[in-house]
């Protein structure tokens, strides 16, 4: 079956404008997920969707904001880009989320800040 | 605030040879405890997990042992092989949606 599809690939932006990654989770999934990855701070939790509702939210500022469908497709949105914004970033679905348990990630969105 | 460390970026195995990957916590609220891999350019890859009613899992090649009473987590890998050399992230879970991750160790196994 197709993985967690995660696009685009690569992105370069200014400052100051806005981004929109999008993710496509495992046919069935309802739980999707968003993480950060940046040199030297691993992975951290952006939030997670569960059928199009915000289940939990990590420390991120409010510029950072996701939605989810009723297909359970997720997209997420920075606006005003910093330059600190430059990350991967990846996205990760599970068939009902919980415990961290069983969730396939994406090949995730290299954001880059110019 | 850092809750969840790999004290080692990086490590360096003959193959063949056990690799020992570590991972510290500090909030004793974690209770679900995941190991990760991960290659350039692909997005991490479940590996074994284990729940803190539990002190050691097996999955073939690979042992995860938990000492909660150090808050410490560990993953072994014997034998190691070529393949198995990638970047190695622990996650940890209180129990719901988000993962707490360390910031990762690269593993290269030497031929």
């Known amino acids: 079956k197709a993985g967690v599809t995660q696009t685009p690939r690569y992105l370069i932006k200014t400052r100051g404008q806005q981004v929109t990654l999008s993710c496509s989770p495992i046919?069935?999934?309802?739980?999707v997920s968003w993480y950060q990855q940046t040199p030297g701070q691993g992975l951290q939790f952006l939030f997670e969707?569960?059928?199009?509702?915000?289940?939990n939210k990590g420390n991120f500022p409010g510029r950072f904001s996701g939605r989810q469908f009723s297909n359970s497709r997720s997209e997420m949105n920075v606006s005003t880009l910093e330059l600190g914004d430059s990350a991967l970033y990846l996205c990760?679905?599970?068939?009902?989320?919980?415990?961290?348990?069983?969730?396939?990630f994406g090949s995730g969105t290299r954001l880059t800040v110019v | 605030d850092q809750q969840v460390k790999q004290n080692s970026p990086s490590l360096s195995v003959q193959e063949g040879r056990i690799s020992i990957l570590n991972c510290d916590y500090t909030?004793?609220?974690?209770?679900?405890f995941l190991w990760y891999k991960k290659y350039p350019a692909e997005g991490p890859t479940f590996l074994i997990s284990?729940?803190?009613?539990?002190d050691k899992n097996e999955d073939g090649r690979f042992t995860v042992f938990l000492n909660k009473s150090a808050k410490h987590l560990s993953l072994h890998i014997v034998p190691s092989q070529p393949g198995d050399s990638a970047v190695y992230f622990c996650?940890?879970?209180?129990?719901?949606?988000?993962?707490?991750f360390g910031t990762g160790t690269r593993l290269t196994i030497i031929p």
């Open positions: 284990i729940s803190s009613i539990k």
């Open positions: 996650a940890l879970s209180t129990g719901n949606e988000k993962l707490t």
């Open positions: 990760a679905s599970s068939l009902l989320g919980g415990q961290g348990y069983g969730y396939t």
């Open positions: 909030n004793s609220m974690f209770d679900y």
């Open positions: 046919s069935g999934h309802r739980s």
């Open positions: 969707y569960f059928s199009e509702t915000q289940r």
